[in-house]
């Protein structure tokens, strides 16, 4: 917690790094000011778009201590507003899963190549940034621990599973190797309860170290202070509990 | 998205974003998270042309009830206008596209 004569700066900006396949990509990146050593986080967008939310949300973790870098994974998809290009990426079914791990390993090997960040680096995100999450934390190697939110279709039907999206991330859980948080809403629909619970049993079956938070009277997207569904009291708690969760596997 | 159920037709058409007109050629149809209408997911209809870029996108977002009016509203035109015999259409090969930067 910041006390009031405690010294504070930071440095936000967009970069260049490397994503998937050695493409050169941007990102959005904020660290506090010193020398460090600072645990890193790599913050992934939600899929309406690489937005202003998202760039709170990585100034946020640089404000509580983290070096932070959002990397854009619409970044080949074309330029213009976030939406109309968030719009386009919607109409193509996502992001492909492969070239989006390849963009977060590659957002994870440009915080650790950064001389005040220490050894440690954890993953946020969001809607299918938060499916994308834990399917980083199963599928690449180099990551700390996980913070997902209201993942949704981490749980997939063989009918919803798509060229993008050829495998159910629930099915890589034996591989997660890093401990995990999740927060969901009980009204959300994608993911619905019953998922998370299908979620949850396949970690307690693998015996991974985890922790979900279900709260009432949220849906999807209850941190979206821009959106109708944000939820005020959820929304500190979650966030709460997020940073106990990253205090405790990152420092 | 959340539920990555989208839909794209080649379309031949006419769409305005701001001041200008430009061809459309595609429509993108999905229903997934919206970003206006303050529902989790609508019916949203992007009418765009790929070859201009992610800008050239005239977007509407539909509640399921709207969009089923809205179908149900474009076929009875069209019969209308089919009974009556003043059905036209472009050629296969429209007009090309007018650059929406030019005024």
């Not at chain 1, 050593?37 to 949300?57: K, L, N």
């Not at chain 1, 999740?182 to 619970?197: A, H, R, Y």
């Not at chain 2, 007109?21 to 303050?38: G, I, K, T």
Request: with cysteine.
């Amino acid at each position: 917690m910041y006390q009031t004569d405690q010294y504070e700066g930071m440095i936000a900006e967009t970069v260049s790094m490397k994503g998937h396949n050695g493409d050169a990509i941007n990102a959005y990146v904020a660290r506090p000011l010193g020398s460090g050593p600072f645990p890193g986080m790599v913050v992934i967008h939600h899929a309406p778009g690489w937005d202003e939310w998202y760039r709170e949300c990585t100034r946020r973790f640089a404000h509580h201590g983290y070096v932070s870098i959002s990397p854009n994974l619409y970044f080949r998809d074309g330029h213009g507003t976030p939406e109309d290009v968030g719009a386009k990426v919607r109409a193509a079914g996502g992001a492909p899963d492969a070239r989006v791990l390849g963009d977060l390993d590659g957002a994870n090997a440009w915080l650790r190549s950064l001389p005040y960040v220490s050894r440690k680096v954890g993953i946020f995100g969001t809607c299918s940034g938060g499916r994308q999450a834990f399917l980083a934390g199963c599928r690449l190697k180099g990551l700390d621990a996980v913070i997902e939110c209201w993942g949704g279709r981490v749980v997939q039907s063989k009918e919803e599973l798509t060229p993008n999206q050829p495998v159910a991330p629930i099915e890589y859980t034996k591989d997660l190797s890093c401990p995990i948080i999740g927060l969901f809403g009980n009204e959300d629909k994608s993911p619905t309860p019953e998922q998370v619970n299908a979620h949850e049993a396949e970690l307690k079956k693998h015996a991974k170290q985890y922790e979900f938070h279900r709260y009432d009277g949220a849906g999807h997207g209850f941190f979206y202070y821009d959106r109708g569904a944000y939820r005020q009291e959820q929304a500190v708690d979650g966030w709460k509990k997020v940073f106990a969760f990253t205090e405790r596997t990152l420092r | 998205m959340c539920t990555m159920i989208a839909h794209q037709v080649k379309i031949q058409g006419r769409g305005k974003s701001g001041p200008e007109w430009f061809e459309v050629q595609e429509a993108n149809v999905s229903y997934d998270h919206p970003y206006d209408l303050p529902l989790e997911h609508a019916l949203n209809i992007d009418f765009v042309n790929e070859a201009l870029g992610p800008g050239a996108r005239v977007a509407v977002e539909l509640s399921v009830d709207a969009a089923r009016q809205l179908v149900k509203t474009i076929e009875a035109v069209l019969a209308q206008a089919d009974q009556r015999g003043v059905l036209e259409d472009l050629p296969v090969a429209a007009a090309p596209a007018r650059d929406p930067s030019r005024a």
